[in-house]
């Protein structure tokens, strides 16, 4: 959430017959001084613009302006013949009851002037807004809902591709897992070790997520969640190349080496340019981290892979406590490049496990063959 900011935006839409224009002016302020104005015909959507701007920015005079421009010539007025000829007849009658001169000069002009004042000569359409042209109006204004569908698609395309996909699963022992067996495994050094990696990476994970398009104080901030997850694709390709010639624990404790060192970075810059680059670099250094955790702990464990499964999924809960930690961090600092620290926290809990885990996977060898 941008907290307050001076600055300029613009979003356009563009239908068949109709271009919609919004238009974003916002100075700093304490507080948050909304002002909209809409055409007529977008009020019904007044209150959900109001939402998608509420939900972005914090604090600030902000001023939004909606404007639509026609791209054919219509006119919502329309005058209705048959009521105008009904009364102009009535008209005629009367005034040739009266015995007046409706046939004199001037008549028809005053005739028509009165006409056009009696009811219902005149009706006006009341414009309203079809679906197409709602949504066009919200996503230039800009609203998340709009990627839902995306990511339905994604999902059931990913679902129906691991459908028809063959993976053949290890003979396993019988009897059910529980989750008390899972927790029993905390007593295993490198299970544990790699247990709270995990905890560790998704929480960092979360919190690098929630940072990245607030680091910045411009518009076009949302570009850095883009890039980091657009790098961790890349880093995760370029991580299954150098896992095939390398060992896993040494991979982890390179990454995480650097992913540390690009976290402290962070911490520190302010331009633009080097947060772009240092935000995609540690996207990229985060790629496979979770993999190779979960590979470490597997073949610590090799007999208990049920259980070590279970124990890590487990795990992924704790990425609920990064945002609260994280918010609580830019409170007391009252700067969001604060919230970094606990980012830290957790890949320097990561660098630290990368060197007990060799340690450990060390001397529980010697007890093996003890």
Known sequence: MVKSMTGFGKGEATLQNKKITVEIRSLNSKQLDLGLRLPAVYRQSEYEIRNII???????????????????????????????????????????????????????????QAIMRLPEVVSTEAESISDEEHAALVAATGSWRLLLPVYAALTVAGGIWLRFTGVEEPQTRGGAVGMIDCFRLLAHPTVALCAFGVAAFIAADVGIGFLSSRLLDNPDSILTSTGFYACRIVGTIVGAWLLVRYSDVKYLRWNMCGALALATALLFVRSDAAVYLLVGLLGFAMACVFATVYAVATKSAPTKSNEVAGLMIMMIAAGAVSGPAVG?????????????????????YLVWASFRIETETTTEKTDSHA
């Open 54 to 112: 509420t939900r972005t920015v914090q604090r600030g005079k902000v001023d939004v302006f909606v404007t639509v421009e026609s791209q054919t010539v219509e006119t919502p007025a329309r005058i209705n013949k048959e009521v105008f000829a009904a009364y102009a007849g009535q008209l005629r009658d009367a005034a040739r009851n009266a015995q007046l001169n409706y046939a004199g000069i001037g008549w028809d002009s005053a005739a028509l």
């Open 328 to 348: 609580a961090l830019i409170r007391v600092a009252g700067d969001v490049h604060y919230g970094l620290l606990f980012v830290m926290a957790c890949i320097g």
